[in-house]
């Protein structure tokens, strides 16, 4: 369970679409976007990656096949604090919901929420 979260994070931090966990019908939510199967999440993650600078793990807390990430993710808009719920079957993670407050994304690309 923590080495699919690490695979994950690690392949986030270095935009590396192809090596990310996901099962193929993943769905993940977050406060910006919603990615329905891991060929969307994977198109995603190269527009992420030009605003992350970093991504700093704060805590994972696992129970079963859950797992939640506390992070600090350094964007162009600051740091921004975000906590993930993953759920991870078999070796992929089959959902994520994603938690943070996006008005610093938002405020720095003029949309409103």
Do not use: W
């Not at 808009?77 to 919901?97: D, L, Q």
């Amino acid at each position: 369970m923590i080495q699919v979260v690490g695979r994950y994070i690690d392949a986030v931090r270095r935009n590396d679409a192809p090596t990310l966990p996901l099962h193929p019908d993943a769905i993940c939510e977050f406060p910006t976007n919603t990615y329905r199967g891991a060929a969307s999440f994977r198109q995603g993650l190269d527009q992420f990656a030009r605003i992350m600078k970093s991504i700093d793990v704060i805590r994972l807390v696992v129970d079963g096949e859950r797992c939640v990430a506390i992070l600090t993710i350094d964007t162009v808009f600051g740091p921004i604090p975000i906590a993930e719920h993953m759920h991870v079957t078999n070796g992929e993670i089959v959902s994520i919901r994603g938690y943070c407050d996006p008005r610093p994304m938002l405020s720095g690309t003029n949309i409103t929420a």
